[in-house]
């Protein structure tokens, strides 16, 4: 079975401002990675993904992410927020072979503030 | 082009009622998904289809719960007698691939009263 934690319910930065949401997992065979993001009354959006290859991927409006298998992480960052990144993000992990079935995280709170 | 789309998107219901949630996927993707989503949770996988043969419904919390896709299109999931800690946004997905990504629908959000 997998699991996912995220390990900080609200995270509040300022505008700008580096931020850093982190996502561990557990799973006794490969898996894939994913951050979901929910914007405020809007379904749940592919923000980037990781299924092998390079084990840091990105997505087209900044954020980033790193696979590290050592540390079953895959924390999710980027380097100066906006107001318009405040949403909700979900860390989810799928097994590698079959269907995608996903296993999400609690969440995390980004609330970007001027 | 069209997303995937859920209706009702809010639905009240008195305890004891029968509800029925329904999810038009994109059109042509072969896999389903339903999910559940508590209130400051994430979403909880409930059954999955491929086509119309459901594949995978582990994660249906009781046999209160029934999913069903009869023409491998549009899924209706079903909740009998419902219970207060039913309350919860439905989330419905669709990918074109087994293995693709899967797009999300804004969800039905159920509350039971």
């Known amino acids: 079975a997998q699991s996912v934690t995220q390990l900080d319910s609200q995270v509040p930065v300022f505008e700008e401002a580096p931020v850093e949401l982190r996502c561990n997992y557990s799973?006794?065979?490969?898996?894939?990675l994913f951050w979901y993001v929910q914007y405020p009354n809007q379904g749940l959006q592919l923000l980037l993904k990781?299924?092998?290859?390079?084990?840091l991927v990105e997505s087209i409006n900044g954020f980033e992410a790193e696979f590290n298998k050592s540390q079953t992480s895959f924390h999710l960052r980027k380097p100066s927020v906006h107001i318009s990144d405040t949403a909700e993000y979900f860390c989810?992990?799928?097994?590698?072979?079959?269907?995608?079935?996903?296993?999400f995280g609690a969440g995390t709170r980004l609330a970007v503030h001027p | 082009g069209a997303g995937v789309s859920q209706s009702p998107r809010y639905k009240v219901a008195k305890r004891g009622q029968d509800v029925a949630l329904r999810c038009d996927p994109i059109?042509?993707?072969?896999?389903l998904f339903w999910y559940q989503q508590a209130l400051g949770q994430g979403p909880e996988f409930l059954t999955y289809?491929?086509?119309?043969?459901?594949?995978?419904k582990s994660g249906l919390p009781s046999d209160r719960f029934f999913a069903e896709r009869p023409e491998g299109s549009v899924s209706t999931l079903k909740i009998q007698r419902t219970q207060q800690e039913d309350s919860a946004v439905y989330l419905c997905?669709?990918?074109?691939?087994?293995?693709?990504?899967?797009?999300f629908g804004p969800g039905t959000r159920l509350t039971v009263t």
């Open positions: 997905a669709s990918s074109s691939q087994v293995r693709d990504e899967q797009y």
């Open positions: 799973s006794s065979v490969s898996v894939y």
């Open positions: 990781y299924l092998s290859g390079s084990t």
């Open positions: 989810a992990v799928t097994p590698s072979g079959g269907y995608n079935k996903l296993i």
């Open positions: 059109s042509g993707h072969v896999s």
């Open positions: 289809f491929q086509n119309e043969a459901q594949l995978d």
